[in-house]
């Protein structure tokens, strides 16, 4: 994954999706609300039978986990 890239990552609650995290590398660039056009049109986008993307849901969900 090369540095410059955009990322989304799924951060996901008792099985819902409350937010999308756009990030640069590892830098968070800003949180998109699910709901607003923007935020269903990124998860209309992926499937969760994609596996990269589906580690990445899972990946932001335990890091949301640990900052409670």
Same mark, same amino acid.
């Given at each position: 994954?090369?540095?410059?890239?955009?990322? !989304?990552?799924?951060?996901?609650?008792?099985?819902?999706?409350?937010?999308?995290?756009?990030?640069?590398?590892?830098?968070? /660039?800003? #949180?998109?609300?699910?709901?607003?056009?923007?935020?269903?049109?990124? /998860?209309?986008? !992926?499937?969760?039978?994609?596996?990269?993307?589906?580690?990445?849901?899972?990946?932001? #969900?335990? #890091?949301?986990?640990?900052?409670?």
């Amino acid at each position: 994954m090369s540095e410059n890239e955009t990322t !989304y990552h799924a951060v996901e609650k008792d099985g819902v999706v409350t937010a999308i995290w756009e990030m640069q590398g590892r830098k968070h /660039l800003r #949180t998109i609300d699910p709901r607003s056009e923007e935020g269903r049109r990124i /998860l209309a986008s !992926y499937s969760v039978d994609e596996a990269p993307e589906h580690a990445h849901a899972e990946a932001a #969900t335990q #890091t949301a986990h640990q900052g409670e």
